[in-house]
């Protein structure tokens, strides 16, 4: 950690990564988090899949229908379990902004609220890694400490 440029919020870092290794433990079904998106709403995604299988479907090569039709099934679930996804960043938001986070401030509000640096929230934030072990070593190195 830079402590010229940063005051990282540790407690709430911790917190965020403790999360992220509780959902990472889970079966990609029941997972909230997904590191690809801010926050995704699962229903919207069940009816994009499904509208991209109506249009499409039959144009696609057997691997590209099957990987479909397990996204689709793993939405699916998802609907069923709790409705959304979200990333580090939303999470953050989620848990710690006294009020609703419009969609593009996200990254702002959860770098602020974590008081990482720009840079120190891009690591973070636009790492697309299903690896929890990864999102927390980044952590850690920014925070100068184990979480």
């Known amino acids: 950690m830079n402590s010229e440029t940063s005051k990282v919020n540790v407690p709430l ?3 965020a990564i403790e999360w992220v290794e509780s959902e ?32 499409y479907g039959d144009t696609l090569g057997d691997d ?25 960043a939303g999470y953050v938001c989620d848990i ?3 009020e609703k986070v419009e969609l593009k401030d996200v990254e702002a509000t959860a770098a602020a609220l974590l008081g990482l640096t720009r840079p120190e ?17 980044i952590a850690e190195e920014i925070s100068g400490e184990r979480l």
Do not use: Y
């Open 121 to 137: 929230a891009s690591r973070i934030f636009f790492n697309m890694s299903d690896d929890p072990a990864e999102i927390r070593w």
């Open 96 to 98: 710690a902004s006294p």
């Open 24 to 55: 990472g433990a889970k079966p990609l079904e029941e997972r909230v988090w997904d590191q690809a998106f801010w926050s995704r709403n699962a229903s919207e995604e069940v009816e994009n899949i499904r509208g991209f299988l109506f249009e």
């Open 64 to 88: 590209a229908r099957e990987h479909h039709q397990r996204q689709l099934a793993i939405w699916e679930a998802r609907a069923d379990h709790c409705g959304t996804t979200m990333c580090v």
């Open 13 to 15: 870092l911790r917190k």
